[in-house]
């Protein structure tokens, strides 16, 4: 069982759709929990960072959390064609572990 | 935007050849890592640095090499390269204690012929 589970499958929605992507992860280890983007031809960036469970807010965009579950989400609300980008998650132990990423495009 | 740099961003090789990817960075990060992107799938770490004269292996194995001879330069070599290393090369950088936090350059895209 990989330790990040994350479904690549593209996702494509009309401009001002919630966006909602999600990870589950199998190592309790784990303590951070990032979201990184990623446009076409760049290298990613790091986007949302939390660390307890819960919910973070950034503007438009939502990181929740869920230990018990091994569960975690972004939320993008209001999404914006510049929003159109892969979608990474990762979490920390000792090292970072990613996810594969979701590709998302928001269309005019 | 980050300041760390690739070169080259796009490089097409005949087999056999050896090849440095450049990276560097103004940041003064002391760690410095090297992942592998293929399409669809996930991010693995090759090599990573805690600093000058420190080179680690990662998770995935890798026939490539590593060298930190100063903080902000961290180059990956390959002796003779293959089909099997066309791959995007990602470079990135953290400080010591936030690793949660990394900056990543555009990467490099290889294609081995």
């Known amino acids: 069982q990989k330790e990040v589970e994350q479904d690549p499958g593209p996702l494509s929605v009309p401009e001002g759709a919630i966006v909602s992507l999600n990870c589950t992860y199998s190592?309790?280890?784990?303590?951070?929990f990032m979201w990184y983007r990623q446009y076409s031809r760049k290298g990613p960036e790091l986007l949302m960072y939390?660390?307890?469970?819960g919910n973070k807010e950034d503007g438009r965009f939502t990181a929740q959390v869920d230990k018990s579950s091994k569960y975690i989400s972004l939320f993008i609300r209001d999404s914006q064609p510049s929003d159109s980008a892969t979608y990474l998650c990762a979490m920390s132990g000792d090292r970072l572990a990613f996810g594969k990423g979701n590709q998302v495009v928001v269309i005019p | 935007e980050a300041d760390i740099y690739q070169t080259p961003r796009y490089l097409v090789i005949g087999t056999g050849k050896k090849i440095t990817l450049e990276c560097s960075q103004t940041?003064?990060?002391?760690?410095m890592y090297w992942y592998q992107q293929d399409p669809g799938m996930e991010l693995h770490l090759i090599h990573y640095s805690y600093g000058v004269n420190s080179t680690e292996k990662g998770d995935l194995s890798s026939e490539s090499t590593v060298s930190r001879i100063r903080t902000e330069h961290f180059p990956l070599t390959l002796e003779s390269a293959r089909p099997s290393h066309t791959s995007q090369y990602l470079c990135?950088?953290?400080?010591?204690?936030?690793?949660?936090?990394?900056?990543f350059g555009p990467g490099t895209r290889l294609l081995v012929l």
């Open positions: 190592n309790s280890a784990f303590q951070y």
């Open positions: 939390t660390y307890s469970s």
């Open positions: 940041m003064g990060h002391d760690k």
């Open positions: 990135a950088s953290s400080e010591m204690d936030n690793q949660e936090t990394q900056y």
